[in-house]
């Protein structure tokens, strides 16, 4: 069963249309993931007034046993690491000096960073297989809630710079790169630098920086 978050529930997303996404997934034949209690992990680790960043992805890892409900994050045992994710810690070390040690990225949503996929689920094996499931309307609800006041967003490829069309630029940090995966980072995302830029700004506006690198520490 896929439950509301509280401190979310406001939405009218999950009254007008979670109702029929809801009935979509129990008709879909094929196994999709992540699992039902996964599925809104990233709003439930970071209620409105906690979120200080935002990153969106696109949809789900497709591979079973990776996804568990956030963008770019992966279950702690996966081996080789997701491609996407493997670049974006090459250049977390080139921007920091330092990596986390598997692929779970749930230490950073306890820190405020809202790891938000536009779809939030997948068939097995099906990149984007769910993406005419209406998912999309809850992102622009989520960005509209967390429009109160500014915020750092990190935005990589396409599908993330239309989600986020309608954030403001200039009371925002907004970061704009392409998409970390093998097919697209070498066009722009690496050197980018976009976990020190974040921290600058979050300090210069009065608040701690994101411990991006060691989950012990955060």
């Not at 109702?19 to 209620?47: G, M, N, S």
């Not at 749930?106 to 790891?115: D, E, S, T």
């Not at 097995?124 to 006041?149: F, I, K, N």
């Not at 066009?187 to 506006?205: D, E, M, V």
Request: charged share 20%; hydrophobic share 45%.
């Amino acid at each position: 069963m896929i439950e509301t978050p509280a401190p979310w529930a406001g939405l009218p997303f999950f009254a007008e249309r979670m109702p029929a996404i809801a009935a979509a997934l129990r008709d879909d034949p094929r196994p999709w993931l992540p699992a039902p209690d996964q599925v809104l992990a990233a709003l439930a680790l970071c209620p409105p007034d906690r979120v200080r960043v935002i990153v969106l992805g696109q949809d789900p890892y497709p591979t079973p046993g990776h996804a568990h409900g956030l963008a770019f994050s992966a279950d702690p045992g996966v081996v080789p690491l997701p491609r996407s994710l493997t670049n974006i810690y090459r250049e977390l070390r080139d921007d920091l000096g330092a990596a986390p040690p598997d692929a779970d990225l749930r230490f950073w949503a306890r820190q405020g960073v809202l790891l938000l996929n536009t779809i939030l689920t997948v068939p097995a094996g099906q990149p984007l297989g769910h993406a005419g499931l209406g998912w999309q309307r809850l992102t622009d609800e989520v960005l509209d809630r967390l429009s109160d006041r500014p915020r750092a967003y990190l935005l990589w490829g396409a599908t993330a710079r239309k989600a986020a069309r309608n954030v403001d630029r200039a009371g925002n940090l907004v970061i704009e790169t392409a998409h970390p995966s093998p097919l697209s980072a070498r066009r722009g995302f690496f050197g980018s630098k976009p976990f020190s830029r974040i921290n600058g700004w979050l300090q210069a506006q009065g608040h701690a920086g994101i411990n991006w690198t060691n989950p012990e520490a955060a």
